[in-house]
């Protein structure tokens, strides 16, 4: 997992922890094949729930297997994120159910659990040598369209999958200096605090 971004951390965490990191470029000579994209889902599968609702599903847009399929979802992101990422191999939408199946109940965990099942998928994607990058930036309806996503789910996220490739081959100069510069997050001591009653 010898890659520059590797980050360096403070405190010592799982390697393949340090190697996760969010590529732009990826290798369009390298598909994922099905066992490996399995091998992601089931990596997810595994994720804690509330109430072992697992509420995520995941719509998997394979350029190699359906480039109408691919370029409707990539009609989802906002023009900076389509820039870079029809050039991804993949691109996948996590959407979560927001109400209990068991109930019908308000699912208020439904996006947590989402949130953990991707993490599981990214970091089983990572001890596979591939990238992966979340993306905020779409329009929801047109991912839902774009999905056949039927309530009572809701997008949450598009991701985008493959193999790193060159930051060479971008073709935005900003995001070029991007994939290459350190990986920097705040320290512990930001956001973790330990509480006395007796202070």
Do not use: C
């Not at 992966?132 to 999905?147: S, T, Y």
């Not at 490739?165 to 070029?176: S, Y």
Request: a neutral charge.
């Amino acid at each position: 997992m010898s890659h520059p971004k590797i980050a360096h951390t403070d405190h010592e965490v799982l390697e393949v922890i340090r190697a996760r990191w969010s590529p732009r470029a990826f290798d369009l000579s390298r598909p994922v094949s099905h066992d490996a994209q399995k091998q992601l889902f089931e990596a997810a599968r595994w994720a804690p729930s509330s109430a072992n609702e697992q509420p995520w599903q995941f719509i998997v847009a394979d350029r190699f297997t359906s480039a109408d399929g691919f370029a409707a979802m990539l009609g989802a992101l906002n023009e900076g994120n389509q820039s870079w990422a029809q050039y991804a191999p993949v691109l996948v939408l996590a959407a979560a159910r927001i109400d209990m199946e068991k109930s019908g109940r308000p699912n208020q965990h439904a996006w947590y659990d989402t949130g953990q099942a991707v993490t599981l998928l990214a970091i089983q994607a990572t001890s596979m040598g591939l990238g992966l990058r979340q993306m905020a930036g779409f329009d929801r309806e047109k991912a839902r369209v774009a999905g056949r996503v039927e309530p009572p789910f809701e997008p949450v996220v598009i991701m985008a999958l493959g193999y790193p490739g060159a930051p060479d081959a971008l073709p935005n100069e900003k995001h070029r200096e991007m994939e290459t510069q350190p990986r920097a997050r705040r320290p512990i001591s930001d956001f973790v605090r330990q509480l006395r009653i007796d202070d």
